[in-house]
């Protein structure tokens, strides 16, 4: 599905952004908590933007329930747990328990992952 390969480039993006303003701009600004929030946000970002894109693929040959559920905990885990985590370093924005929401719906997506292996074709 695009929408997977779509939201892949994006987070790339986004995560190679923030990644590189954690380490050049914003060293100097941030204490190193906020630092390390960064650099986790960021880390989880591209590993999952890659992930999607594995999804993007997969979801081209077999199209199924099983991946696109995958790819919808992984686009919202993505957003609330790396989203979270800027807001809160960036902004001072307590986001409560929507960091552990989205690493929650991250874990999901590697569940729906999994279970596509085995997955009927439809």
């Given at each position: 599905?695009?929408?997977?390969?779509?939201?892949?480039?994006l987070?790339?993006?986004?995560?190679?952004?923030?990644?590189?303003?954690?380490?050049?701009?914003?060293?100097?600004?941030?204490?190193?908590?906020?630092?390390?929030?960064?650099?986790?946000?960021?880390?989880?970002?591209?590993?999952?933007?890659?992930?999607?894109?594995?999804?993007?693929?997969?979801?081209?040959?077999?199209?199924?329930?099983?991946?696109?559920?995958?790819?919808?905990?992984?686009?919202?885990?993505?957003?609330?747990?790396?989203?979270?985590?800027?807001?809160?370093?960036?902004?001072g924005?307590?986001?409560?328990?929507?960091?552990?929401?989205?690493?929650?719906?991250?874990?999901?997506?590697?569940?729906?992952?999994?279970?596509?292996?085995?997955?009927?074709?439809?």
């Open positions: 599905m695009r929408i997977w390969l779509a939201l892949a480039a987070n790339g993006l986004v995560a190679v952004a923030f990644g590189s303003a954690g380490s050049h701009i914003l060293s100097g600004q941030l204490d190193a908590a906020d630092l390390a929030r960064v650099r986790l946000a960021a880390d989880y970002q591209l590993f999952h933007a890659l992930v999607l894109l594995g999804v993007a693929a997969l979801a081209e040959r077999r199209g199924n329930l099983r991946l696109f559920l995958a790819g919808l905990c992984f686009a919202l885990g993505i957003a609330g747990f790396s989203g979270g985590l800027y807001a809160r370093a960036l902004a924005i307590a986001v409560g328990p929507v960091v552990p929401i989205g690493g929650s719906l991250l874990l999901l997506g590697w569940f729906w992952l999994f279970t596509a292996a085995f997955g009927n074709r439809r």
